[in-house]
């Protein structure tokens, strides 16, 4: 019995972290796919959000609108009224752009809040700073609505902003997101609550180390993006605690059910598999890649 508890405290079954929503069905960064989203079951959802010029808080991954929508240009040369307003997703079937504030009304419906689902918003490093004073002004906003401080967790990427989101979110939940691990080790290891990272940078005994070390201090490490099945089993193997992907029914099947489904010694088996599934060549591959993105880090990021 005593070894049994043993086996069932290192099981983790990681959340299912929506990437943009349901992505991989529907457009992505939309009220559609973070609906269908939460219909399929995910844990929580994770998006973007983009100042526009008039100081609406969108709902955008890339700093200008043409990848994703009928739009073209910076969001911040657009105003939202008369504008962003009007667009429509590229993808099928269009959809409106929506602002952060429609996100919230998803997120404090009573069906949501009653199964505590949260999300990640990402507030990319290339964002002007003036774009935290805007999510501030919106969550004073919907303050009666406390579920909020525990359902929203803003994604942070660099120094400045890390410093501007303390000030102003106090009582909301703060996440590291970056590309360098080493970055994420000095910087925000010890100043935030959660941890989020590419798989390339975990993949390696470095990276595996770190996740014991954030587990240790009691953080949580979440990976991105994860849309391969191998993966998904490589992260429930590491003792991920979110795993975030596209296509929100393969990673409920392969990160919670299987893995709920089964006995600590099938657990067992299941680690030690994952552990020799990986290759030279991919581990080459993995040590390329890593190398690139701590290079990006320290040339764009500036850690
Ligand atoms: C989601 O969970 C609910 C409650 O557990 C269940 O009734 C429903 O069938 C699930 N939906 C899907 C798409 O699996
Ligand atoms: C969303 C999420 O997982 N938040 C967690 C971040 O980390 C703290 C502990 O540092 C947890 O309490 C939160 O639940």
């Known amino acids: 019995m005593k070894q049994l508890l043993i086996y069932i405290s290192l099981i983790i079954v990681p959340d299912v972290i929506a990437h943009r929503g349901y992505s991989g069905k529907y457009p992505e960064n ?5 609906e269908e989203a939460l219909r399929a079951n995910t844990t929580a959802l994770e998006g ?10 969108v709902i955008m991954h890339d ?28 993808t099928e079937p269009p959809q409106p752009i929506p602002r952060l504030k429609d996100v919230f009304d998803i997120l404090i419906r009573p069906d ?3 199964k505590n689902t949260y999300m990640i918003v990402d507030i990319k490093f290339d964002n002007q700073l003036e774009i935290l004073d805007a999510v501030q002004v919106l969550l004073e906003e919907y303050k009666a609505h406390t579920s909020l401080r525990k359902q ?9 902003f890390l410093e501007r989101a303390k000030q102003l979110f ?10 360098s691990l080493g970055a994420a080790r000095k910087h925000f290891l010890h100043e935030l609550d959660n941890i989020s990272l590419p798989y390339a940078a975990l993949v390696d005994q470095e990276g595996q ?9 009691g953080k949580r490490v979440f990976c991105w993006t994860i849309n391969n099945i191998e993966q998904m089993h490589q992260c429930v193997a590491w003792g991920l605690d979110g795993v975030i992907g596209d296509n929100v029914d393969t990673l409920i099947e392969n990160v919670r059910t299987t893995v709920n ?11 030690e598999a994952s552990n020799n599934l990986m290759g030279k060549r991919s581990r080459l591959y993995y040590y390329i890649i890593k190398k690139s993105m701590s290079l990006i880090s320290w040339k764009f990021i500036g850690i």
């Open 30 to 34: 939309t009220l559609i796919s973070y």
């Open 48 to 57: 973007d959000i983009r100042l526009s010029k008039d100081g609406e808080v």
């Open 63 to 90: 700093l200008t609108l043409q990848r994703t929508s009928t739009g073209n240009g910076a969001v911040f040369d657009h105003n939202w009224v008369g504008y962003i307003d009007g667009l429509f997703t590229k």
């Open 112 to 114: 949501v809040v009653a």
């Open 152 to 160: 929203l967790v803003f994604g942070i990427w660099d120094l400045r």
């Open 170 to 179: 106090i009582g909301y939940q703060l996440c590291f997101i970056g590309l």
């Open 209 to 217: 180390d770190f996740i014991k070390e954030a587990h240790s201090l």
């Open 261 to 271: 489904a089964m006995s600590p010694e099938e657990f067992e088996k299941y680690v």
